[in-house]
């Protein structure tokens, strides 16, 4: 099979996409798509087999089902700039290859985030982890400081190694806001993972924007799968044992048996659920009906 040229990836590779106030997000390239994935499955059929119908609904069945190597077969490679904070958090995503820039071989650039006035907000006092809605009364003055410390200590930084000082000790001092690069390697199995993770309200903002970036690329790439993968793990919800008798017991005109963080938990996901919609032009019957596995 030859290689798989998607036109919309075409446009895409090599274009930055932005990212924060100087971060980015570029396609530098990509192996296979939806015709590969199919391919992959149908391993003992030939090209030009089955019609579009049947490769959508053929995708739509591995995704739901979670048969998930043939989604394995395409690759795609990034290169990206965030500040080091966020490299930190992506980083843990661990079935990625990558290579980063080193301050050991390289002056690092002068290129500090700096958050805009509206993501300068308090802590949430129900999430140890997270910041509330409302931005802080001294965010202004907040943000003149940061600017302050990061060229004082970039200042820092170039004159220790004016001075001689190794370039691999001098950066230890630099703050997680510096800017770094690297190139980032997935299959679109794993990439979906660290998306659904990503993308979710409860990831950091600041992440949350790049993944939302990659996800432009893996459509333009693969679309009948990004398409299963907003249908059955993007805007899907997951119940546990207890919540789906507790579901059980309440459409049976019987009480919610959960109670307490439980019962809170349940209806944050009930909450969830009815705010899911549909696109306008979702085919229900590829998305939800059951096909041939060929």
């Given at each position: 099979?030859?290689?798989v040229i998607v036109e919309a990836a075409e446009q895409l590779l090599d274009q930055e996409i932005k990212v924060l106030d100087k971060g980015f997000v570029r396609l530098v390239d990509y192996m296979?798509?939806?015709?590969?994935?199919?391919?992959?499955?149908r391993v003992s059929y030939g090209s030009g087999?089955?019609?579009?119908?049947?490769?959508?609904?053929?995708?739509?069945?591995?995704?739901?089902?979670?048969?998930?190597?043939?989604?394995?077969?395409v690759n795609l490679t990034?290169?990206?700039?965030?500040?080091?904070f966020v490299a930190r958090q992506w980083v843990r995503h661990r079935t990625a290859r990558l290579n980063?820039?080193?301050?050991?071989?390289?002056?690092?650039?002068?290129?500090?985030y700096v958050p805009d006035l509206g993501q300068m907000r308090g802590q949430s006092e129900d999430n140890k982890q997270a910041r509330s809605d409302e931005v802080i009364a001294n965010a202004t003055e907040m943000i003149a400081e940061m600017e302050a410390d990061q060229r004082l200590i970039y200042d820092h930084y170039t004159g220790m190694v004016d001075q001689g000082l190794a370039r691999e000790i001098a950066r230890s001092n630099l703050p997680l806001s510096l800017y770094t690069e690297w190139y980032w390697q997935i299959d679109l199995h794993n990439l979906f993972r660290f998306l659904h993770l990503r993308m979710d309200g409860h990831a950091q903002y600041e992440i949350r924007v790049y993944a939302e970036?990659?996800?432009?690329?893996?459509?333009a790439v693969s679309p009948l799968a990004?398409?299963?993968?907003?249908?059955?793990?993007?805007?899907?919800?997951?119940?546990?044992?207890?919540?789906?008798?507790a579901m059980s017991a309440i459409m049976a005109g019987g009480a919610n048996p959960l109670e307490g963080r439980a019962l809170a938990i349940f209806e944050q996901k009930l909450a969830a659920?009815?705010?899911?919609?549909?696109?306008?032009?979702?085919?229900?019957?590829?998305?939800?009906?059951e096909v041939s596995p060929v």
């Open positions: 099979m030859a290689r296979g798509s939806d015709e590969r994935i199919v391919q992959a499955a087999t089955k019609s579009f119908r049947q490769d959508k609904g053929l995708i739509n069945y591995l995704m739901r089902n979670q048969h998930t190597s043939p989604f394995e077969q990034f290169h990206t700039k965030m500040p080091i980063e820039i080193s301050g050991r071989y390289s002056i690092m650039k002068d290129e500090f970036a990659m996800a432009k690329c893996a459509k990004y398409d299963a993968f907003e249908e059955h793990m993007l805007n899907s919800v997951r119940f546990s044992r207890q919540e789906c008798v659920m009815q705010a899911i919609r549909l696109p306008e032009d979702d085919d229900a019957n590829l998305a939800v009906g």
